[in-house]
């Protein structure tokens, strides 16, 4: 049913003369790959999001209150950066910001497969800022490079598109890593004989183990992102090539 309707809602859309959203855009090979792009960022964090509370209370045994002042350096990393993005994207423009952030970012995930059941609390936190400051950062320039690569007709349409890439990679990925996250345990623990266990008597290990797996795919993904930030180009439509200076088109979401 799913392919079914997809396929009906590329057609239909494709042939309308005012469409819900406009596909042909996506022939654009930078469009394509900003958007693209937008989806990583937060495909990858879900991860991370999602699982990271589970490996402090689990492996690190961490009480909730404890394990939740650890995540708010995150919070505060991407509040930062966020601050700092918008101060600097009409010096150095939008497509450099982007570049920068995905460094820190991608060496945030890397920090994440090194976790074990003995890391520091001030490691973890120290991951967090890098990711978070890379997050802060990447956000608003590289919404503005979508939104001022199509007219302003088609903002609303191209708003709502930022927002559906944002929400619904968060979900697809919370499943995928929880998925993979599973499997790692399973995988590792095969030789362990704890398959039948339940994951409070699952060895520490091992459970510690299938957390570095499950973020193995976000630095993965990361370093994905470093390469389309390196090929994306910005790409300004003619409706805001004769603004005034300091009237820039801003978007973003943090």
Known sequence: VAVVTLGWFVRHELSTEDPLMDLRLFKNKNFLLTNLL????FFSFAG?????????????????????????????????????????????GPRLLCIAAALPLTAGYFLMTRLH??????????????????????????????????????????????????????????????????????MIAKNHDVTKSSPAEIQIQVLSAGFDF?????????????????????????????QPAGDEHMTGMI
Not at 38 to 41: K, N, Q, S
Not at 68 to 76: D, E, I
Not at 214 to 238: C, N
């Open 214 to 242: 499950a973020f193995l795919l976000s630095f993965v993904l990361g370093l994905v992102i470093v390469v389309l930030a390196l090929v994306t180009r910005e790409e300004v439509h003619p409706d805001y090539r004769n």
């Open 48 to 92: 991370i999001s999602y699982l990271l509370p589970f490996y402090l209370k689990y492996v690190r045994n961490y009480g909730t209150s404890d394990a939740g002042l650890v995540l708010t350096s995150l919070s505060f990393a991407m509040m930062g950066a966020g601050i700092l993005a918008g101060m600097l994207i009409n010096r150095t």
């Open 117 to 186: 059941p003995d890391t520091h609390a001030g490691f973890v936190v120290i991951s967090l800022i890098l990711i978070g400051f890379g997050l802060g950062l990447m956000i608003t320039p590289l919404s503005n490079m979508i939104m001022n690569s199509v007219a302003r007709t088609k903002q609303g349409m191209i708003s709502s598109l930022t927002s559906l890439e944002r929400f619904a990679p968060l979900t697809l990925g919370i499943a995928s890593f929880n998925l993979i996250f599973l499997q790692g345990v399973l």
């Open 38 to 41: 937008l989806c990583l960022v």
